[in-house]
T-cell receptor, first 114, second 115 residues
Framework: DVKVTQSSRYLVKRTGEKVFLECVQD?????MFWYRQDPGLGLRLIYF???????EKGDIPEGYSVSREKKERFSLILESASTNQTSMYLC?????????????FGDGTRLSIL | AQKVTQAQTEISVVEKEDVTLDCVYE???????LFWYKQPPSGELVFLIR??????QNEISGRYSWNFQKSTSSFNFTITASQVVDSAVYFC????????????FGKGTKLTVNP
């Protein structure tokens, strides 16, 4: 089974802090994704990556950046956290060699910015 | 533009009732894929099914069944004889060959199954 592991289930940070959310997958997947989930808005894509050192903006990239130095790890960075970034963050991965494969999700990180 | 609409925000049923979750999609692509995911209270999204646009056969997996109709751009999900463990938020999602592996999600339907 695919395992996508997010470093924290709950995280509390302060406004202005630099925040790192880490995600690791163990199935050698090429594609990795970061979403945020908010009530009434569903899941919205922040960034995704097709391969090491590659990244593409999703629908709501403002205020975020990402890093993919190794195939198995995809980090989401909040450069200067703000209260409107309080949310549930979900990481996902999928196999890249065949198109449109299912994405497999981690447990999520519930981030609160005070 | 691609869009997925789940018009039912919340549904509440009593155990053993059948329940259908609606999903309507929009896409200009001729080749696309539809997905359903389940998100239990624990938070992790669990993949349930993937269906491509060329396969309109209905699918049944135990108590779950899916009805794909291109004519109405719908991909509805039915749970037969619902159980309390089916309580979750269910998401319908769409991706296409022109969409670069991105999933477009509906806003989800929260299903509560009461004992």
């Amino acid at each position: 089974d695919v395992k996508v592991t997010q470093s924290s289930r709950y995280l509390v940070k302060r406004t202005g802090e630099k925040v790192f959310l880490e995600c690791v997958q163990d199935m050698d997947h090429e594609n990795m994704f970061w979403y945020r989930q908010d009530p009434g808005l569903g899941l919205r894509l922040i960034y995704f990556s097709y391969d090491v050192k590659m990244k593409e903006k999703g629908d709501i990239p403002e205020g975020y950046s990402v890093s993919r130095e190794k195939k198995e790890r995809f980090s989401l960075i909040l450069e200067s956290a703000s209260t409107n970034q309080t949310s549930m963050y979900l990481c996902a991965s999928s196999k890249g060699q065949v198109l449109n494969q299912p994405q497999h999700f981690g447990d999520g990180t519930r981030l609160s910015i005070l | 533009a691609q869009k997925v609409t789940q018009a039912q925000t919340e549904i509440s049923v009593v155990e053993k009732e059948d329940v259908t979750l609606d999903c309507v999609y929009e896409t200009r692509d001729t080749t696309y894929y539809l997905f359903w995911y389940k998100q239990p209270p624990s938070g992790e999204l669990v993949f349930l099914i993937r269906r491509n646009s060329f396969d309109e056969q209905n699918e049944i997996s135990g108590r779950y069944s899916w009805n794909f109709q291109k004519s109405t751009s719908s991909f509805n999900f039915t749970i037969t004889a619902s159980q309390v463990v089916d309580s979750a938020v269910y998401f319908c999602a769409l991706s296409s060959q022109g969409g670069s592996e991105k999933l477009v999600f509906g806003k989800g339907t929260k299903l509560t199954v009461n004992p």
